[in-house]
């Protein structure tokens, strides 16, 4: 909240200053210079306060964000004393002041330089390398260039008779191109506690990047004036920025993790949109008649945009494989035990309802399974021992069973085994000796060997004819009938067991 009063009041502030150089404009106090005195001061003094707050913010800024704010406020400072000797020297020299003073050149070209990497470095993040950014980055730029191009870069080259002399006199609008790609490009990614900011720069930066191209295309004509109109823009942008600072609170949090946002995901197509829209208004107002720069950057602004899809296209396409894996294994995991890797009880219980759910069928055989001795393990040689047991248990259960059975854990030092389509008794007995004798072998655990046994209950029965809580309950007196018996050993159910089962032997 106190970030957001402090924003209101310079934005209020900024206001007053835009108010009182507009008063400026229209009321023309005195004579010509003094009016481009007053104006280019006011717009001097702005850019240098941005400046000065930008350099005043890297205090509360940690690592990189703090270089970034201390070279973007160089930068800005920079860009005022330069404008201020250009602007001294069309006070002094007249109308032979107008084209910038070499000093003035050498001034902006050090913001054209450290303005770029200053921005990359505060509103970047570990995210920004990659083919997507950078087929949107220059989806943004290529067609912000077509705009500018289209509008007035395109006829302040033709004016100049073209070549690259006429091209150089553009470096500081093309920069302004690049600025501005990068910034519209880095609002996406930004933080949100920072994204206010880096729209404001933004909106900065689109200011005094209006002003360059008119600039640019009145001196060449040889109408442009200190102080007109057309300076606005530098006016503007300069306030903006400087209520664009970033308060504390925002630096902050200017490390935390962003998540995108579909209105942020079409800011690459807003300048092709725009650059489509143009070109309409081109072909009608110059009746289909247009320059070949334009065919050209239409061109690569088009091949751009399919290029773009192609990539969006393969992400869909590897985003839904990793949710198809997400979801395999989440599924997995809710159906197996994470120590053993064997199916959990909810898994065996749905396949058990499974295959005993239709009116008829083959025989159905289940094996229940209890530990005898882990107790004694798990006590003396730790948990971490009893884990590493079970896993060899699970191991040996798993090769003794037949390929098509399923092996669970039911829970604790308890397993069991559904053999499905059985045909003969004979042969759940025989996995069940398979068991006995795998088990019977013995386990080192770190050159300590153990040994467990196991109390083994086997039940039958085919679908239509029994249930799963009484297949199960009959595998459970049966295991339990072994134990009683002396342990480490078979027992296959008989109705007659009941009888034997303990009030608190649970089904």
Same mark, same amino acid.
């Given at each position: 909240?106190?970030?957001?009063?402090?924003?209101?009041?310079?934005?209020s502030?900024?206001?007053a200053?835009?108010a009182g150089?507009?008063a400026?404009?229209?009321?023309?106090?005195?004579s010509?210079?003094?009016?481009?005195g007053?104006t280019g001061?006011?717009?001097?003094?702005?850019? %240098?306060c941005?400046?000065?707050?930008?350099?005043?913010?890297?205090?509360?800024?940690?690592?990189?964000?703090r $270089?970034?704010?201390?070279?973007l406020?160089?930068?800005i400072?920079?860009?005022?004393v330069g404008?201020?000797i250009?602007?001294?020297? +069309?006070?002094?020299?007249?109308?032979?002041g107008?084209?910038?003073?070499p $000093?003035?050149?050498?001034?902006?070209?050090?913001?054209?330089?450290?303005?770029?990497?200053?921005?990359? %470095?505060l #509103?970047g993040?570990?995210?920004?390398?990659?083919?997507?950014t950078l087929?949107d980055?220059m989806?943004i730029?290529?067609?912000l260039? &077509?705009?500018?191009w289209a509008t007035?870069?395109?006829?302040?080259?033709?004016?100049?008779?073209?070549?690259?002399?006429?091209?150089?006199?553009?470096?500081?609008?093309l920069?302004n191109?690049?600025?501005?790609?990068?910034?519209?490009v880095?609002?996406?990614d930004?933080?949100?506690v920072i994204?206010?900011?880096a729209?404001?720069?933004?909106t900065?930066?689109?200011?005094s990047?209006?002003s360059?191209c008119? +600039?640019?295309?009145l001196?060449?004509? *040889?109408?442009?004036?200190?102080?007109?109109?057309s300076?606005? *823009?530098?006016?503007?942008?300069? @306030?903006?920025m400087?209520?664009?600072?970033?308060r504390?609170?925002?630096l902050?949090g200017?490390?935390?993790?962003?998540?995108?946002?579909?209105?942020?995901?079409?800011?690459? +197509?807003?300048? #092709?949109?725009?650059a489509?829209g143009?070109t309409?208004?081109?072909f009608?107002?110059?009746?289909?008649?247009?320059?070949?720069?334009?065919y050209a950057?239409?061109?690569?602004l088009?091949?751009?945009v399919?290029?773009?899809q192609l990539?969006?296209?393969?992400?869909?396409?590897?985003?839904?494989?990793?949710?198809?894996?997400a979801?395999?294994d989440?599924?997995?995991?809710? &159906?197996?035990?994470?120590l053993t890797?064997l199916?959990?009880?909810?898994?065996?219980l749905?396949?058990?309802?499974?295959?005993?759910?239709?009116?008829?069928?083959?025989r159905? *055989?289940?094996?229940?399974?209890? %530990?005898?001795g882990?107790?004694?393990?798990?006590?003396?040689?730790g948990?971490?021992?009893?884990?590493?047991?079970l896993?060899?248990?699970a191991?040996?259960?798993s090769?003794a069973?037949?390929s098509?059975d399923?092996?669970?854990?039911?829970?604790?030092?308890?397993?069991?085994i559904m053999?499905?389509?059985?045909?003969?008794?004979a042969?759940a007995?025989?996995?069940?000796?398979?068991?006995?004798s795998?088990?019977?072998?013995?386990?080192?655990?770190?050159?300590v060997?153990?040994?467990?046994?196991?109390?083994?209950g086997?039940?039958y029965?085919?679908?239509g004819?029994?249930?799963?809580?009484? @297949? @199960?309950?009959?595998?459970d007196?049966?295991m +339990?009938t072994?134990?009683?018996?002396?342990r480490?050993?078979?027992?296959?159910f008989?109705?007659?067991?009941?009888?034997?089962?303990?009030?608190g032997q649970?089904s």
């Amino acid at each position: 909240m106190a970030d957001g009063h402090g924003r209101a009041i310079s934005a209020s502030v900024a206001g007053a200053v835009a108010a009182g150089y507009v008063a400026i404009l229209l009321t023309r106090p005195g004579s010509p210079a003094l009016t481009t005195g007053l104006t280019g001061g006011l717009t001097r003094a702005a850019i %240098l306060c941005a400046g000065v707050l930008w350099l005043r913010a890297a205090q509360w800024a940690p690592g990189r964000v703090r $270089l970034a704010l201390r070279m973007l406020g160089v930068a800005i400072i920079v860009r005022a004393v330069g404008g201020t000797i250009w602007i001294g020297g +069309y006070l002094v020299k007249g109308s032979a002041g107008i084209p910038i003073p070499p $000093l003035s050149m050498a001034a902006f070209a050090v913001t054209m330089l450290l303005g770029p990497v200053a921005v990359a %470095l505060l #509103f970047g993040n570990r995210r920004i390398a990659g083919v997507r950014t950078l087929l949107d980055a220059m989806l943004i730029g290529i067609g912000l260039l &077509y705009l500018a191009w289209a509008t007035v870069l395109g006829p302040t080259y033709h004016v100049q008779g073209g070549g690259i002399p006429a091209l150089s006199s553009l470096t500081y609008p093309l920069v302004n191109v690049v600025v501005m790609t990068m910034v519209l490009v880095l609002v996406r990614d930004a933080v949100p506690v920072i994204r206010t900011t880096a729209k404001l720069a933004a909106t900065g930066l689109a200011f005094s990047f209006v002003s360059d191209c008119a +600039y640019a295309f009145l001196s060449v004509e *040889g109408s442009y004036r200190p102080g007109s109109v057309s300076d606005t *823009g530098w006016l503007l942008g300069a @306030l903006v920025m400087a209520v664009a600072t970033p308060r504390r609170r925002e630096l902050a949090g200017i490390g935390a993790f962003t998540k995108p946002q579909p209105s942020r995901i079409l800011l690459p +197509y807003l300048p #092709f949109i725009l650059a489509l829209g143009t070109t309409v208004v081109l072909f009608v107002i110059r009746n289909g008649q247009v320059e070949p720069t334009l065919y050209a950057i239409s061109t690569v602004l088009t091949v751009l945009v399919v290029v773009r899809q192609l990539v969006t296209l393969k992400d869909n396409r590897t985003l839904t494989q990793r949710l198809e894996r997400a979801v395999e294994d989440f599924r997995h995991r809710a &159906y197996h035990d994470p120590l053993t890797g064997l199916a959990n009880r909810d898994k065996f219980l749905e396949m058990m309802e499974r295959r005993l759910a239709p009116a008829a069928g083959p025989r159905l *055989g289940v094996l229940y399974i209890d %530990l005898d001795g882990f107790k004694p393990i798990n006590d003396t040689l730790g948990h971490a021992a009893g884990d590493r047991v079970l896993t060899v248990v699970a191991q040996r259960l798993s090769e003794a069973a037949r390929s098509d059975d399923v092996v669970a854990r039911i829970g604790g030092d308890e397993f069991a085994i559904m053999l499905a389509e059985l045909q003969y008794t004979a042969d759940a007995e025989t996995v069940a000796q398979r068991i006995q004798s795998a088990l019977g072998a013995g386990i080192d655990i770190d050159g300590v060997p153990v040994r467990v046994g196991a109390s083994i209950g086997i039940a039958y029965g085919r679908p239509g004819r029994i249930g799963l809580g009484e @297949l @199960l309950r009959n595998a459970d007196v049966a295991m +339990y009938t072994a134990k009683l018996q002396g342990r480490r050993r078979t027992v296959a159910f008989e109705p007659h067991l009941l009888s034997r089962r303990p009030l608190g032997q649970v089904s």
